[in-house]
């Protein structure tokens, strides 16, 4: 009997990260059929999308209720489907809003429900841990800090370590990234990472080039480096340099190339999320930024635990590098501490340093161990149904 797998990831990230999941488990069970929502890694790993993964890339309070029709109708067209086809295992990935609900429907229709990715339960709204408990059979946490969270309530759990720390090298490669770039090695260049959805760049565009612009000030040579994802991000991103008047000015976008745009960079001004992590794995200096709907970030903030809201800063435990949100988001305020990032060599060795010991805690081989604890499951549904 063909094992089948329900899987939901959002985003880009999540695509990612499923993929490689996908890719382990089919070493062990090289039939098994995955089916639900994912993006195109998932796709080229075997995956049968029912609804592509963009349709979940929505973030914040405002954008969620703006498309909560659709997104609920989806939802439960997908739990019928689910619930219809019985796989022998649903695996959330990511996008907790919209996959606790599923999870803890399929769990109580006696279907394991696996979570891979713990929500930041650690940096706010920690009551979820209860919803959670009801929802997920096992949960695959990424970061080490985060099993001690679900041990105290008797929740299964597995510290499987971040894939980008397995994907990317310990010391960057520069020079390839160069050349894959056509860029000068002689060069100087700063990368602006906006965001990857399309809201992200609503609300960031013009901050970013007013920064580049102020950057450009101190450092004329400089050519800043906007790796974007999609042609969407890219229109927002074209049409926030008209409006700031910045069409002839060194900005270069690219489609894709986030990594290489971050190995050659000096330093790099980051939109908080899984970017920023990426950034550290790299071993980039840089400074993180967020922009959201005034509405949104006062509930956030309210229901805020931590004083951190970047990823290299909340795994170190210390202002490691700095954080600039909403009304501190100025150009000013980020030009600045950029600039200093690219001259203070003292400063920029210290980072460094504290990356690298991110990069060792967090390779652990990811793929293969959330593989290993998502199997029990399936091999016991498999002696079940025999």
Not at 127 to 140: A, N, T, Y
Request: proline content about 6%; overall charge neutral.
């Amino acid at each position: 009997m063909s094992v089948r797998i329900a899987m939901v990831a959002g985003e880009t990230s999540g695509d990612l990260l499923a993929a490689h999941l996908i890719e382990a488990l089919r070493v062990h069970l090289p039939d098994a059929e995955f089916y639900g929502i994912g993006g195109p890694r998932m796709e080229a790993a075997g995956f049968s999308a029912l609804w592509p993964a963009e349709t979940l890339a929505v973030r914040g309070y405002v954008e969620v209720l703006r498309h909560y029709r659709e997104i609920s109708g989806i939802r439960r067209k997908l739990l019928a489907y689910v619930l219809d086809d019985k796989p022998d295992v649903f695996i959330g990935v990511d996008a907790p809003d919209f996959n606790l609900w599923l999870e803890e429907r399929v769990k109580n229709a006696g279907i394991p429900s696996i979570h891979f990715v713990s929500p930041s339960i650690w940096a706010w709204r920690g009551e979820r841990i209860h919803k959670i408990k009801k929802s997920v059979s096992h949960m695959l946490a990424l970061f080490p800090f985060e099993p001690e969270l679900y041990e105290k309530q008797a929740i299964p759990v597995s510290y499987v370590g971040h894939p980008f720390a397995d994907e990317l090298p310990i010391e960057p490669d520069r020079a390839g990234a160069l050349e894959r770039l056509r860029l000068d090695p002689q060069g100087q260049y700063i990368a602006l990472l906006p965001g990857s959805r399309q809201s992200e760049v609503d609300y960031m565009a013009e901050s970013f080039i007013e920064t580049g612009k102020l950057l450009l000030q101190r450092f004329p040579k400089a050519q800043l480096l906007v790796p974007l994802i999609t042609r969407e991000t890219r229109e927002r991103f074209e049409l926030a340099l008209w409006k700031c008047g910045a069409q002839a000015m060194p900005f270069k976008m690219l489609f894709g190339h986030a990594r290489d745009a971050l190995a050659v960079a000096d330093a790099a001004l980051v939109a908080s999320g899984t970017a920023t992590l990426e950034t550290a794995l790299i071993k980039t200096p840089m400074v993180v930024t967020y922009k959201m709907s005034p509405w949104t970030y006062r509930l956030m903030k309210k229901k805020g635990y931590q004083p951190w809201i970047g990823l290299p800063n909340i795994l170190a435990g210390e202002f490691v590098v700095p954080e600039f949100v909403q009304d501190d988001a100025t150009p000013e305020n980020m030009a600045q501490a950029l600039g200093n990032l690219i001259v203070d060599k003292a400063a920029r060795k210290q980072i460094i340093d504290v990356f690298h010991r991110i990069h060792h805690t967090l390779r652990q081989g990811t793929a293969e161990r959330a593989a290993a604890a998502i199997l029990p499951y399936l091999l016991q549904r498999q002696a079940v149904n025999v």
